[in-house]
């Protein structure tokens, strides 16, 4: 098995680059991705779902980003896509109960059908649009922009008494550990090989191996991730790191017009995507 690839995991890496995406606020940008999320959700036809694709590709193109790198993340989940997809294909009349259009194939508790077919095709564009989202939020926002954007949407609900800046340096913490943990996971991997610790070869494909195979690195990653996070809580305690009170920032954050537009964008992007069902499919 090849881990060389699992530090380089799309999400929760900052990729600095000078481009219109990248200079929006941060607080514009996790209000727009909660709407494009929003958006990904209501697309239940297939123009609806081409429509966020191009959004998507839209997107990472203004961000002077690499299309390949930003959508790298939907390989992992292949395997559970496929699974997936051949479940809905062929048992959607009997999980739904609604009309299926056209039918294809009817055998039994089998049935491929027009309807079907748009589920698959539906679920594996709102599965890329969704990571390729996540992948572009944390590609284009820094680690300490997405705490301080956070902090900054979270701060009214201080009120009732909830911490938003420690939840946003949570937030900040696990998206910042993805690589970590990819990385980790690749180097266990790496000394268990060296070890002739080698299961026999499989494919990508085969789940029940992978399974198998992966059982056996996830107790000393979880005991990495552990001892990581002992080491940063001691380190931030050594630094007498008492929350957000009373801090300041370097950057304070101020809202554009070009902001403005993005989230208006996002806004009526949601209200395209509700419509555009009623008059294509």
């Not at 727009?32 to 191009?54: E, H, K, P």
């Not at 027009?114 to 989202?133: D, K, N, P």
């Not at 300490?144 to 938003?164: D, K």
Request: charged residues 15%.
């Amino acid at each position: 098995m090849s881990y060389d690839a699992l530090r380089h995991v799309a999400v929760g890496q900052y990729i600095p680059v000078a481009s219109p995406v990248h200079r929006l606020d941060p607080r514009a940008k996790l209000v727009a991705f909660a709407l494009l999320v929003v958006a990904a959700t209501l697309a239940s036809g297939y123009a609806s779902s081409l429509l966020m694709l191009l959004v998507v590709f839209a997107l990472v193109r203004l961000a002077r980003l690499s299309l390949r790198y930003v959508l790298s993340a939907v390989l992992p989940i292949l395997p559970f896509l496929a699974v997936l997809a051949l479940l809905q294909l062929l048992f959607y009349k009997s999980a739904y109960g609604a009309s299926v259009g056209r039918v294809f194939l009817d055998w039994g508790p089998l049935q491929v059908s027009a309807a079907s077919v748009r589920a698959v095709a539906v679920t594996a564009a709102r599965f890329v649009v969704l990571i390729g989202l996540a992948s572009l939020l944390t590609s284009v926002t820094s680690a300490s922009e997405l705490t301080q954007g956070v902090e900054r949407l979270l701060r009214p609900l201080r009120r009732v008494g909830l911490p938003a800046d420690q939840l946003a340096l949570v937030g900040a913490l696990a998206l910042r550990f993805l690589p970590i943990l990819g990385e980790t996971l690749e180097t266990i991997g790496q000394a268990q090989a060296s070890r002739e610790v080698r299961p026999a070869r499989a494919g990508r494909w085969r789940l029940a191996a992978n399974a198998r195979r992966l059982g056996a690195l996830v107790v000393p990653l979880f005991v990495d991730a552990f001892r990581r996070a002992e080491e940063l809580s001691l380190a931030m305690q050594a630094r007498c790191y008492q929350g957000g009170a009373g801090r300041t920032h370097l950057n304070e954050l101020e809202l554009r017009a070009v902001d403005g537009v993005a989230m208006l964008a996002a806004a009526a992007l949601v209200a395209v995507v509700a419509w555009l069902p009623r008059v294509l499919p």
